[in-house]
């Protein structure tokens, strides 16, 4: 997740370079994102509970500025939106963090993740209560049905760059919190909400496909398919078998990388031609033909073409899940048809059919700055899509130890 970061950041402030004409706003707008990154990193390399809480909580400050002061008409509504939404399930977390304190070991580090993990004596009732706190919180996070309505008023509203920074590697903190924190700490009631989880998982996972064909409005359109793409990631994680938790945590890694370079190729040609609307395109694959063959490129990463790197992290999921919840594996794949179904209905809409009268910012092919944008994400997608061990043999050995742990707690039941 930090290697994310590190990555996705310089390509959101050079696709933003030239969305500020005045230079006092562009430092704003590039000292936000710098200041987001630091969280960033921050968050994901914290193995201390409470100073996770701080930079969990303190993250929302330059999201909120960068939401409420760059983008659309209601991006005020939006901030608001996000803001308030995040501040209950962080201080439904407080709670819980506060709880650790005082039923933990004790002492100056108190908190560290390596001395509260099994060590923890907790009752059934405040095992379970303290999870729900964490979980609710990073729920929200991730986003999950239903607590995911802030999502798509984000990414109509927010600059496409601000978006693809906030769901490709923000929102991740809320799976990531899953596996490193309700799992790791309160395995037992991890186990116990487990059933329940994987429901709203498959929720998540056919809802925002099916909203995703209906939208008109593409940044909504890709923010739907997100909520579908975490509901796959949950379901890996809470499945609990070791090829699905390393196939969740490998797809949040390349969820990052298709969605990202998504949103940020939408916002290019939003800024073309000042509209959102898939209806207010057509034929434009007849005269920005890399613009459209880039776009197919990422557009079919996003519904997990084989040889890009989703599939990988989608297929692994779905046969490690299999054995111990069929069902919902079953019925999660129909998401694979429903992705192909918004994908290239899109893709239609948008590039394909005659060719308009172009004007001169429409007729415009992707620059050097876009493709130097678009084209390294597309690089890490055809590489991991092939080599996939490169991230796998990392992953192997954290997700052994998760699944043990949880297997350990229900042997002791």
């Known amino acids: 997740m930090i290697a994310l970061a590190v990555i996705l950041v310089p390509l959101a402030i050079l696709a933003a370079w030239r969305e500020d004409k005045v230079p006092a706003r562009r430092r704003h707008y590039l000292a936000l994102v710098l200041l987001s990154q630091a969280f960033m990193v921050g968050i994901f390399a914290a193995r201390d509970v409470f100073l996770f809480y701080v930079m969990f909580e303190a993250m929302l400050i330059p999201l909120y500025f960068l939401i409420g002061s760059f983008g659309g008409a209601q991006r005020r509504y939006a901030a608001v939106k996000f803001l308030l939404y995040s501040l209950v ?50 729920a929200i996070k991730a986003p999950m049905v239903p607590v995911h309505t802030w999502l798509p008023d984000v990414a109509e509203n927010a600059r496409p760059g601000t978006t693809a920074l906030l769901v490709a590697v923000l929102d991740k903190i809320g799976t990531f919190g899953m596996l490193t924190l309700c799992i790791t700490l309160f395995p037992a009631a991890a186990d116990w909400a487990a059933p329940v989880i994987i429901v709203f998982a498959v929720i998540s996972v056919i809802y925002g496909a099916l909203l995703a064909i209906g939208q008109k409005d593409m940044m909504r359109l890709v923010a739907f398919t997100s909520v579908s793409h975490f509901g796959i990631m949950v379901l890996g994680i809470f499945a609990f078998q070791q090829t699905s938790v390393e196939g969740a945590a ?22 073309r031609t000042g509209t959102a609307d898939v209806n207010a395109y057509g034929g434009l694959q007849r005269i920005i033909p890399v613009f459209a063959g880039t776009f197919l490129v990422v557009g079919l990463s996003a519904l997990s073409l084989p040889g890009l790197s989703p599939f990988v992290s989608e297929i692994m999921v779905l046969v490690g899940a299999y054995p111990v919840a069929s069902v919902a594996v079953i019925i999660s794949a129909v998401s694979v048809v429903l992705a192909a179904l918004y994908i290239l209905l899109t893709y239609k809409k948008v590039f394909t059919g005659p060719a308009p009268e172009a004007e001169p910012a429409t007729a415009r092919d992707l620059t050097l700055r876009e493709r130097l944008v678009a084209w390294p994400l597309v690089g890490l997608m055809l590489l991991l899509g092939f080599v996939p061990a490169i ?21 002791n039941a």
């Open 391 to 411: 991230a796998i043999d990392y992953l192997r050995e954290p997700s052994a130890d998760i699944v043990a742990h949880v297997t350990a707690e229900e042997a």
């Open 89 to 138: 399930g962080g201080l439904i977390m407080l709670v819980a963090v506060v709880a650790l304190y005082f039923v933990g070991p004790g002492g100056e580090q108190a908190f560290l993740t390596d001395n509260l993990t099994g060590t923890l004596d907790l009752t059934t009732t405040q095992e379970r209560l303290m999870f729900l706190a964490f979980f609710l919180a990073f």
């Open 250 to 271: 490998l797809y949040m890694f390349n969820h990052g990388l298709s969605t990202g370079a998504l949103f940020l190729l939408v916002g290019f040609l939003i800024a």
